[in-house]
């Protein structure tokens, strides 16, 4: 099975947040709200920052939020939030962080390629600021393929 | 030649270093078997690796290892993956 595609209902645009742990727990929120994963999974992905540090922090102003596979993870889900206001997660190169990815997954090597390329259209350095002025989530899922496609070498 | 690429889940991050280190690798034209590690594991996974992809944050976190540590800033820079490990293996 693919990874889940991003889908209007998995995007939540403009979210206000105040520090890194309420921009992790946004992403959590769709994730929950999907169906994916159950509340604590919310907390085990600001827990896994909390013990290794804004590594998740993986290209300029992009986080890639996500912990082990666990008993709260339902199914793989994917959520794709853009802040009201960038925040800081404390990492040296990246921040401050405008977009935040949710990831959970039920296996450990399940979907690496897709992710990857999902990831990786965050390599131009216009997507960010892009996604940050989307007002539609059709909008976003749309900045986001066209990268998509045009990475995947 | 076997590189491990490091995150604190192993899951997410590490696998999109592992991805972009094969295609780098690729297009480096060299062989080699990468595989995604969380730090835990480390000791184990990294035992015979010849170089450990990590982020500059978990750095400090790597147990004592004969590997070149390659630090990669943004994960989904395919030139900068591809220019340090060039310069790694060269």
Redesign the interface.
């Known amino acids: 099975m693919p990874l889940p595609p991003l889908t209007p209902a998995s995007i939540r645009l403009g979210a206000v947040v105040t520090d890194w742990r309420g921009a992790v727990r946004a992403a959590g929120d769709v994730l929950i709200a999907g169906g994916s994963v159950e509340p604590s999974y919310t907390q085990r992905m600001i827990d ?1 920052i909390d ?6 922090v ?3 102003g ?1 986080a ?1 939020a ?4 666990g008993d709260d993870v339902r199914a793989d889900g994917l959520s794709l939030v853009t802040l009201a206001e960038p925040v800081s997660f404390g ?4 921040d401050p962080v405008s977009v935040v990815i949710g ?1 959970a ?1 039920t296996t ?6 897709g ?2 390329d999902l ?5 131009d350095p216009g997507l960010v600021p892009a996604l940050s002025m989307a007002t539609e989530p059709s909008a976003a899922i749309d900045l986001i393929l066209q990268g998509t496609t045009r990475d995947v ?1 | 030649m076997k590189i491990v690429a490091v ?7 590490s ?2 270093l ?3 280190a094969e ?1 780098a690798l690729a297009r480096l034209e060299i062989e080699a078997d990468v595989t ?1 590690s ?2 835990a594991s480390l000791a184990t996974t990294a035992a015979d690796a010849q170089i450990i992809l ?5 750095v400090d ?1 790597i147990p004592p290892t004969w590997a070149d540590i390659v630090v990669v ?6 030139a900068e993956i591809e220019q340090k490990l060039f310069d790694a293996l060269g």
């Open positions: 896994v013990e290794f540090g804004a590594y998740v993986i290209a300029p992009l890639l996500h912990a082990r596979p990492h040296a190169h990246n990831l997954v450990a090597d399940a979907h690496v390629t992710i990857a990831a990786n259209a965050f390599n070498s | 995150c604190g889940a192993g899951v997410g991050t696998g999109i592992k991805v972009n295609r995604a969380d730090i990590t982020s500059p944050e978990l976190r800033q943004s994960y989904v820079d395919l």
